[in-house]
């Protein structure tokens, strides 16, 4: 089978006083973005099924596609990011611009300060596990972060998970699995549907 994992496209920044979970939309560069990905994908072959985290930037990206191909979209709370519950989302380039040092520490350590990915980690490897046993011969698009395209790959290439490189928005990651259980990684970032839309904010 063969499983797309798709990064969300941009969202906008939000930051929440009362300290509820952020949860931003697309900015209008991001719905840009999930508009040229619709209008590209479905040329790639037939896609069987469409999986979103419940996460608002990811469902937003994922809704074009969907519409494109009469498919509905499957929520899988496995796929959510580390940060789901964080009260403030801050683009990593807006990050960078803003606050050099904040941006410089989270790029040195790889996450937030101060925080276990563990569960998050195990949750990503059983809930798309799960999508790849139920979907033998298929091949599913999986609307997701940046973290939980890094876990996978982590998982397939057999190390330790770090998030080890950057997703660009709404870029195509493809992996594969075969019916003996062997996993392989087809490319990753794929941004060929952004030519003439800038991927960064």
Same mark, same amino acid.
């Given at each position: 089978?063969e499983?797309?994992?798709?990064?969300?496209?941009?969202?906008l920044r939000?930051?929440? $006083?009362?300290g509820?979970? /952020?949860?931003p !939309?697309?900015?209008?560069?991001?719905?840009?973005?999930?508009?040229?990905l619709?209008?590209?994908?479905?040329?790639?072959?037939?896609?069987?099924?469409?999986y979103?985290s419940p996460? *608002? *930037?990811?469902?937003?990206?994922?809704?074009?596609?969907?519409?494109?191909?009469?498919l509905?979209?499957e929520? =899988? !709370? *496995?796929?959510?990011?580390?940060?789901?519950?964080?009260? /403030?989302?801050?683009p990593? =380039?807006?990050?960078k611009?803003t606050?050099?040092?904040?941006?410089?520490e989270? %790029?040195?350590?790889?996450?937030? !300060?101060g925080?276990?990915?563990?569960?998050?980690?195990?949750?990503?490897?059983a809930g798309?596990g799960?999508?790849?046993?139920?979907?033998?011969?298929?091949?599913?698009?999986?609307?997701?972060?940046?973290?939980?395209?890094?876990?996978?790959?982590?998982?397939? %290439?057999?190390?330790d998970?770090?998030?080890?490189f950057?997703?660009?928005y $709404?870029?195509v990651?493809?992996?594969?699995?075969? $019916? =003996?259980?062997?996993?392989?990684?087809?490319s990753?970032n794929e941004?060929?549907?952004?030519r003439?839309?800038d991927?960064?904010?």
């Open positions: 089978m499983l797309l994992l798709i990064r969300h496209g941009l969202p939000r930051e929440n $006083t009362d509820s979970p /952020a949860d !939309p697309l900015s209008g560069q991001g719905h840009d973005q999930a508009a040229a619709a209008g590209w994908l479905p040329g790639g072959g037939q896609i069987d099924r469409v979103s996460m *608002r *930037r990811a469902q937003e990206t994922a809704q074009p596609v969907a519409d494109q191909l009469g509905e979209i929520i =899988e !709370p *496995r796929v959510s990011e580390y940060d789901r519950e964080s009260s /403030a989302y801050v990593i =380039e807006e990050l611009r606050d050099y040092e904040a941006w410089r989270f %790029m040195k350590q790889g996450y937030p !300060p925080m276990d990915l563990t569960e998050f980690y195990q949750a990503v490897v798309l799960d999508i790849v046993a139920d979907n033998k011969g298929r091949r599913v698009a999986v609307f997701c972060h940046g973290g939980v395209i890094n876990a996978w790959a982590s998982t397939v %290439m057999e190390f998970f770090r998030l080890f950057n997703p660009m $709404t870029s990651n493809r992996f594969y699995a075969s $019916t =003996e259980g062997i996993q392989s990684i087809g990753l941004t060929a549907h952004l003439g839309i991927p960064r904010p």
